[in-house]
């Protein structure tokens, strides 16, 4: 079975200062790699997926992630933060040819001060 | 399309009453999903549907706790009776089958805005 680890449940950081939530995955088989972004009180929307191909994914908002299997991580970076970024990040991953049903960390709150 | 519609948005209730929140998934999308959200616990999957049928309630903390898909577009999550340790938002999920014509090839799960539960 699959599992996620995101290492920071807060990460508080300067409005256009760079940012990196970091996320760390257990899995025995091939994954498929997720970040959903949840404002307050709103659902969970996805941000990007790594399925296959290049490492690097760009999503939504100027957020990227890279998948390194090595080190069984897809951490999320944005260059320059802004307010509206406030929100709640979660990883998630699902095994690839299983269930595909996703497991998602525990979440990582990204404050964005001015 | 609307995206995955959810009522009550916010619903409080008494200890013992019987609570009973519905969704509504995207029209096409074959999987369902009821999830749990608190501050102790975070993200709880509760059981999750494939073409209206329940594949794993195992996440289905207690038989207080029932959940129906009678058809396609609806599904209902129903606690009776509530307790307050049962506050929380609870959250339905749906995506098209990963192997299905439209999908991305992983399952990837459109929520909806939530249901705020309060048990006082």
């Known amino acids: 079975a699959q599992s996620v680890t995101q290492l920071d449940s807060q990460v508080p950081v300067f409005e256009e200062a760079p940012v990196e939530l970091r996320c760390n995955y257990s899995s025995s088989v091939s994954v498929y790699l997720f970040w959903y972004v949840q404002y307050p009180n709103q659902g969970l929307q996805l941000l990007l997926k790594?399925?296959?191909?290049?490492?690097l994914v760009k999503g939504i908002n100027g957020f990227e992630a890279e998948f390194n299997k090595s080190q069984t991580s897809f951490h999320l970076r944005k260059p320059s933060v802004h307010i509206s970024d406030t929100a709640e990040y979660f990883c998630a991953v699902s095994e690839a040819g299983g269930s595909y049903i996703p497991t998602f960390g525990r979440g990582t709150s990204l404050i964005v001060h001015p | 399309d609307a995206g995955v519609i959810q009522s009550p948005r916010h619903e409080v209730t008494e200890m013992g009453q019987e609570v009973t929140l519905r969704c509504k998934p995207i029209?096409?999308?074959?999987?369902l999903f009821w999830y749990r959200q608190t501050m102790m616990r975070g993200l709880e999957l509760l059981i999750y549907?494939?073409?209206?049928?329940?594949?794993?309630d195992s996440g289905m903390p207690e038989d207080r706790f029932s959940a129906k898909m009678p058809n396609a577009s609806f599904s209902t999550l129903k606690i009776q009776p509530s307790e307050p340790r049962d506050s929380a938002v609870y959250f339905c999920?749906?995506?098209?089958?990963?192997?299905?014509?439209?999908?991305?090839?992983?399952?990837?799960?459109?929520f909806g805005a939530g249901s705020r539960l309060t048990v006082l």
């Open positions: 790594y399925l296959s191909g290049s490492t």
């Open positions: 999920a749906s995506s098209r089958s990963p192997g299905s014509v439209g999908s991305s090839g992983a399952n990837v799960l459109t």
């Open positions: 549907f494939n073409n209206n049928v329940p594949i794993d």
């Open positions: 029209s096409g999308h074959d999987y």
